[in-house]
């Protein structure tokens, strides 16, 4: 099994920064694509930044510019740094990656989530 376990969250006045660390731990081989997703209350999860074991990043419009997402392979852990926060950024945020523990396959897991609220 695998568990990733996100830090990192809180409440930040508007403007502010914070930095999110995503660490995958168990039975892993190697790490395909990480990637952040957010939900907010009475909202669907959403996509806001993936990146690849070869660092190609993808970002959700509405963070373009502002969030940067990266990744420590040697560490197994991925990071999303989040600068010029808003409050419509509040969410709850939730670390995703494609795990493979075996050479033949692989699969999908999701950590805890942590909460960033932004105050305006």
């Known amino acids: 099994q695998v568990q990733l376990v996100e830090s990192g969250g809180g409440l930040v006045q508007a403007g502010g920064s914070l930095r999110l660390s995503c660490v995958a731990s168990g039975r892993i081989v190697t790490i395909n694509d990480m990637g952040w997703y957010r939900q907010a209350p009475a909202k669907q999860r959403e996509l806001v930044a993936t990146?690849?074991?070869?660092?190609?990043?993808n970002y959700a419009d509405s963070v373009k510019g502002r969030f940067t997402v990266s990744r420590d392979n040697a560490k197994n852990t991925a990071y999303l740094q989040m600068n010029s926060l808003k409050p419509e950024d509040t969410a709850v945020y939730y670390c995703?990656?494609?795990?493979?523990?075996?050479?033949?396959?692989?699969?999908?897991?999701w950590g805890q989530g942590t909460q960033v609220t932004v105050s305006s």
């Open positions: 995703n990656a494609d795990v493979s523990s075996t050479w033949f396959d692989s699969y999908r897991y």
């Open positions: 990146i690849t074991s070869g660092g190609s990043t």
